[in-house]
């Protein structure tokens, strides 16, 4: 096999030349100098190292949106989730919880993140929980944040996952969580005892966030009650604030099963609202619709809707071999290959657009749009899939060959190669 780095040594002029890759169905170089990208066209010049895309997809990497990394890597640990529901793997987590330890934290994190950035994603917004009088977790996830700092753009969430009103000073392990320097403020508003506790949850996420100036993610509505209405308060808080596109909900499943009435006016809020949503297929597939029987609901946001309306969405694995989905290892093509299924975007441009929602829609999620994307001067991350485009990449969840981290190549894989008596079967028409 040809090794896809070739080494040149006839008048250098460029850090890196990533040769022959193809970018919006052309043929381009990318040149990369000082950790950015210095050029991007035909016969841009040689370089002192240089890679052979071999004809295939040069992308901005893989984003991911919304991950737990505080309780990844603990399928099985101390039991299985058999039922596979919300409520068992709770109860699960709790038996888990009791031997928390930060360099238990340390490690597993640190080997997903390894994991994703194997794989091309190399930004990852992950929540950690505060409901703990020790902050064990959020300790470990900001040593973690300073461990992985020049192979993955991390960002934690402060997430209260017992609620900032229904926890004993909830609210005050947020704001310290925020203090010791976790970059958004989270909430759970569906899962505090009352709705008014729930709505108030909300506000004083939104003045924390106000008060240390940092972005929200709300974990809101994860739930297929028709009556979870916490949506329309983040959007009113968000209107208010004029926070825009630094709030994001996330999973917002229960507009999957809204009243088409009152999500049609609702819609018309989130659009002046102009926030970003996540949804999280894979797991909303999974832990949602379980009490129902047949039919049985899909338990995701309107995925479709929000995209056509003009709303930003990304996706997030969620949950990565933990107590509530025992499967996955972090590759953001599966939760995007699953969004085009469970939100039935298979239309060319449908399919399209469930890529764009694990690259750009992400960036503008993570608030890093200026320093993401294929242009000259960005920073020089990027990715090399075995694939002709995004179609094609989501059609054949594509290996991602090479990744390239602020213009260093950090990993890279060959894609299988399989025969059939004999004779290669490419899977391409
Ligand atoms: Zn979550």
Redesign the pocket.
Known sequence: MRSPVVKKERSPIFDLVLRNARLDGQAVDVAVQDGRIAAIGQSVGQGRQEIDAQGRMVSPPLIES?V?LDTTLTAGEPKWNESGTLFEGIATWALRKESLTEDDVIRRATELLRWQAAQGVLYVRS?VDTTDPDLTAVKAMLKVKENVKGLVDLQLVA?PQEGILSYPRGAELLEEALRLGVDVVGGIPHYELTRDMGAESVKIAFTLAEKYDRPIDI?CD?TDDPQSRFLEVVAAETIRSGMGRRVTA??TTAFGSYDDAYAFKLMGFLQRADLNFVA?PL?NITLQGRMDTYPKRRGMTRVKELWQNGLNVSL?Y??VMDPWYSLGTGNMLQPAHMAVHVAQMTGRKEVMACYDMVTRNAARTLGVQDRYGLAVGRPADFIVLDAQDAWDVLRRLATVTTVVKGGRPIAEATPPEVRLLGERVTFQR
């Open positions: 919304h737990h929540h997430f974990h994860e996330s999973h999280n797991v997030g969620d949950d």
